[in-house]
């Protein structure tokens, strides 16, 4: 048994509790503003570098009872979008000054309405997240682009100027860097990292001032190579589709004879993916990075390139089996679950689908079909 | 499961049945007409050398008229093929979920995945569909995958009327032109396409014009010629034969109204619908005008945004038509939900509504974000109450007729004790409009 890591229980203490944590009220008390946000194909580095605390709205380890939230949303919207409008409701977002989300499917564009009419807030925007992946969608991101840096200057009272954009460009690119350190890592016969702890690090990076987490993170990283940690379990595993934000469903899994090494969540590799270019002016490389560099995510027309990116990985991380967790309701991942299925089936690699309601823990049921799965890797792997 | 050619043959007996069946509008025998024009079309395409092109919702299809490439409107082949056979929809998405599509997703495209996966979606070259609708367009491209069809999509930003915004979409329509020409060889005729958007706005005057008439109390327009609007903007524009067919009806209407005759003979209730029309179960429409003397008299999905002059430069054909996405009907729906309620409560101050009805489709994720607030906003902008009504928009299986009808008893009898409904009522008999005592 490892002993548990310090430097991310210290980032769980300081993101305690949700929502509003030390650090949040921390960062209230210096009369500083936080900006929630919501899908990661917006730039944080425009709100890191007008001097705001990007924060992402989720849920977190819990399920969340959604009956007031669906008085303003209804039941046959993904239980994503529920749990945040509920969380909202139950002042769990009070602390936010603001609000953008970034447009990636129709759901969030509704919480953003229903967010805009019920809670408003001093700044509200939404930006437009192309479903191309070219250079005419570059230059559109670019455009719309401008104007929230136009929209947040004002908000600010003070323009977001490029010298700003760049040291922020920095900051996260160094996050980003350590956090894809710790994904190489995790390419080890013997990771050094569970899932749940890796999926817990990514959500809470989200939660923190970036400075703060690359810190923790350089202490992470020093710690596991001081600390030689490894995790002795048979079998490698992939978890794909909707982000899950309550790692206890990814810690169930690893409760049986195996690690999660590998995800392709918006949340987890798609957000410590590449790095903005430091050679281009900050706004074009910003608009670059968005549209172009993180793989395909689900939103993408043209998903070839989202499964040809599991594909790869899978052999990249010798994976043993891969689990889909769509949410009911999940437009985009649904229409992916065929071409998924008939990939994996081409491959023998093992696909355990569960579909389950967001933030919900793996309850018996999906154990019981956990444990078959299990058997099924053990069986092909012999 | 359907195939184009029972559809057109129920067509033909829908035709018939509104010829014979005493006291329908002359326009409900047109408006089997036009829709039979239509799948003629699609169904006669290949033989004729035609290429077709199966698309999404919000498309310009006078590019498409001005290329004679056929359209097959995804949406619209979903509500033809459950009229022609109740048992069609469902076959078809238990055939789409035997492939793994989950049930939570669209119905139209769900039936377009089960049909096309039992080869009985009419033949295609290409599918076509762009942002300016919902996410369920990700389909065209698993799908063309899947059955090895080329697709293209449109990109539009979602606030549309920025100036990039609108450069985009523009170009968008120019790139649709350059994958048309590449798949189908021929040049497109710039003249060609100046006409099919000259007949194309000429369709839109006559749908402002329409919604004039139907404005009258007593309301002239009857179910049975309700949708001739909608599936003349939304199928044939760009061509003579909607432009004719809309002529026609416009003139009926105006003849009723000149004879003060309603689409019932005393008008209780102006129902619009803030979503869409019953498309599962076209009938209850007819059903609430003899039960409840209600006449449907709008609906978000067919009439257009504000004064719906989408025709900026007669010589910029592509300017004009990525403004007219904009304008077009039902594009609030993919806009904000203030967009939306903006737009039914307008229709509700033109159309002097007494109830709505949203009918919240399973499978449609921005209804379901937008309809609460979408009544809200239209109690307490106009006092108009809204039924909310859970259904699948064309699967006539999700919710029963008694079901509705239970439903539809108690929202009436609930606007009925409405002070401001009793107000209006008053307001109509002391104008002498025609509704009874």
Redesign the interface.
């Known amino acids: 048994m490892n002993a548990p890591l310090n430097a991310l229980s210290e980032m769980q203490r300081l993101t305690s509790p949700f929502a509003e944590s030390i650090t949040v009220k921390q960062w209230k008390a210096d009369n500083k503003k936080v900006i929630g946000w919501i899908y990661p194909y917006l730039p944080e580095e425009m709100i890191h570098a007008a001097g705001m605390l990007p924060f992402k709205v989720a849920g977190d380890n819990e399920p969340v009872d959604m009956q007031a939230a669906e008085a303003n949303i209804w039941a046959n919207t993904c239980s994503f979008i529920r749990t945040c409008w509920q969380l909202a409701l139950d002042g769990k977002y009070d602390f936010l000054d603001g609000l953008v989300v970034a447009t990636q499917c129709d759901q969030d564009k509704r919480l953003f309405d229903v967010w805009k009419r019920h809670k408003n807030l001093g700044f509200m925007d939404i930006l437009y997240v192309p479903h191309k992946r070219d250079e005419e969608a570059v230059k559109l991101y670019l455009a719309d682009l401008e104007d929230f840096r136009d929209r947040l200057s004002n908000f600010r009272t003070r323009r977001v100027v490029d010298r700003e954009l760049s040291k922020s460009i920095e900051v996260y690119n160094r996050g980003r860097a350590l956090m894809a350190q710790l994904y190489e890592l995790r390419k080890r016969d013997r990771p050094p990292i569970t899932g749940a702890e890796a999926l817990e690090i990514s959500k809470l990076s989200t939660r923190l001032p970036r400075e703060q987490f690359n810190e923790l993170m350089e202490q992470l990283l020093d710690e596991i190579q001081r600390t030689g940690r490894e995790i002795k379990k048979s079998r490698r595993l992939m978890i794909l589709g909707n982000d899950v934000y309550n790692t206890t469903r990814i810690a169930a899994l690893e409760g049986l004879d195996a690690v999660v090494v590998a995800d392709e969540f918006n949340c987890g590799i798609r957000y410590a993916w590449g790095q903005v270019a430091t050679d281009l002016p900050p706004m074009e490389a910003l608009a670059r990075y968005y549209v172009l560099t993180p793989p395909a995510g689900m939103h993408h027309w043209n998903s070839d390139e989202r499964l040809a990116f599991i594909d790869k990985m899978a052999d990249d991380y010798r994976v043993d089996g891969v689990v889909s967790g769509i949410l009911r309701y999940c437009t985009y991942n649904g229409w992916d679950k065929f071409d998924l299925k008939q990939q994996m089936e081409k491959r023998n690699m093992p696909l355990l689908e569960i579909d389950m309601e967001y933030g919900h823990s793996a309850g018996a049921q999906v154990k019981v079909r956990a444990e078959a799965f299990m058997e099924m890797v053990e069986s092909r792997a012999a | 499961m359907v195939t184009a050619d029972e559809v057109a043959q129920f067509l033909g007996m829908a035709k018939t049945h509104f010829e014979n069946a005493p006291g329908m509008m002359k326009s409900a025998v047109g408006y089997m007409e036009m829709v039979q024009k239509y799948v003629d079309r699609i169904r006669t395409a290949k033989d004729e050398g035609k290429f077709v092109a199966t698309h999404g919702t919000q498309q310009p299809l006078e590019i498409y008229e001005a290329m004679d490439v056929v359209g097959v409107f995804n949406e619209a082949w979903g509500v033809l093929s459950t009229k022609v056979n109740q048992n069609t929809i469902s076959e078809a998405m238990s055939v789409s979920s035997s ?4 049930e ?3 119905s139209f495209f769900r039936n377009m995945d089960g049909l096309l996966h039992a080869g009985k979606w009419p033949k295609t070259d290409f599918f076509i569909h762009s ?1 300016a609708a ?9 799908l063309g ?2 059955y090895n069809i080329p697709n293209f ?1 449109m ?1 539009r ?3 549309p009327h ?1 100036r ?2 609108m450069e ?1 979409w523009k ?1 968008e329509h120019r ?1 649709l032109i350059a994958f048309l020409e590449e798949k189908t060889g021929k040049k497109m005729d710039y003249d060609r396409l100046k006409e099919t958007v000259r007949l194309s706005y000429r369709l839109t005057e006559l749908t402002l014009e329409i919604d004039k008439l139907v404005q009258h109390v007593p309301c002239p327009m009857s179910w049975e010629a309700f949708g001739g609007t909608l599936l003349a903007v939304r199928l044939l524009p760009g061509t003579q034969y909607a432009v004719d067919y809309l002529t026609k009806l416009k003139a009926e209407l105006q003849e009723r109204v000149n004879n003060g005759i309603g689409a019932v003979k005393d008008e209780r209730f102006r129902v619009m619908w803030t979503s869409f029309t019953p498309f599962w179960d076209m009938g209850i429409m007819g059903f609430m005008q003899e039960r409840y003397g209600a006449v449907s008299v709008c609906e978000m999905l067919q009439r257009w945004r504000g004064d719906g002059q989408w025709l900026l430069d007669e010589d910029d054909p592509l300017g004009n038509l990525a403004y007219r996405t904009q304008l077009a009907p039902g594009n609030c729906q993919y806009s ?3 967009d939306w309620a903006g737009e039914c409560i307008d229709q509700a101050v033109k159309f002097q509504a007494d109830g709505a009805i949203f009918n ?1 489709n ?12 979408v009544r809200e906003m239209l109690m307490k902008a106009r006092g108009v109450p809204t039924l909310s009504l859970s259904c699948d928009v064309i699967d006539p299986n999700f919710v029963s007729r008694p079901e509705v009808v239970s439903q539809l008893d108690g929202f009436f009898e609930m606007i009925e004790s409405n002070p401001m409904y009793q107000e209006r009522m008053a307001a109509r008999r002391e104008a002498k409009l025609g509704v009874p005592a």
Not at chain 2, 99 to 102: E, H, I, L, M, Y
């Open positions: 492939t793994g599509t989950p939570g997703v669209c942002s919902c996410d369920n367009v990700k389909a065209f491209h698993t995958r899947r999509g990109e930003p979602y606030l920025t990039q915004a985009h170009n790139r904000s939900c203030d919240n399973f499978g449609c994720k921005q209804g379901a974000g937008a309809g609460p607030m």
